[in-house]
């Protein structure tokens, strides 16, 4: 009786706000937010200690990596993110976005683009994302 009470507390996690910092409820735009304010610290937090960020330059892996690709320098072209609509399961996520783009002297516009953001959670935090140029490809990624 012992061996099934333990098999049954594997195959739940428990969540501990000491360990796993405090509970996100809206991570995805949560992610979104502190990627636009450059709050690094916030943007950090929502992402599981594991994350793969499939960026343009490549894979980073873990939330060092994910700090580093979120540091932008200032000057030039900076982009913000703009969540159109949210097409959310259990452990998955499509972000329908547009990213604005404006020079960062004098906020006057540099472009805009359309796409999807594809999300994977564990836990309540990101565990992956990756951009999608092709709104309709992401969405076909939800079940």
């Known amino acids: ?46 992402l599981h200690p594991e994350v793969e960020l499939h960026s343009m330059r490549g894979l980073r892996k873990g939330r060092d990596a994910a700090r580093l690709w979120a540091t ?21 996520a499509v972000a329908l976005i547009r990213r604005v783009w404006r020079w960062d002297e004098d906020r006057s516009a540099a ?7 594809f999300f994977e959670l564990r836990g309540r935090r990101i565990s992956s994302w990756r951009p999608y140029e092709d709104r309709a490809e992401a969405l076909s990624k939800l079940r």
């Open 1 to 46: 009786m012992a061996g099934a009470h333990g098999e049954a507390r594997k195959k739940y996690k428990t969540f501990h706000p000491y360990r796993d910092g405090p509970l996100i409820h809206d991570p995805v735009r949560e992610f979104i937010r502190t990627f636009n304010e450059r709050d690094l610290d916030a943007f950090v937090a929502v």
């Open 72 to 92: 932008r320098a200032p000057g030039g072209v900076q982009q913000t993110i703009e969540l159109e609509e949210l097409h959310e399961e259990t452990d998955r």
């Open 111 to 117: 472009g805009e683009d359309e796409m999807a953001w």
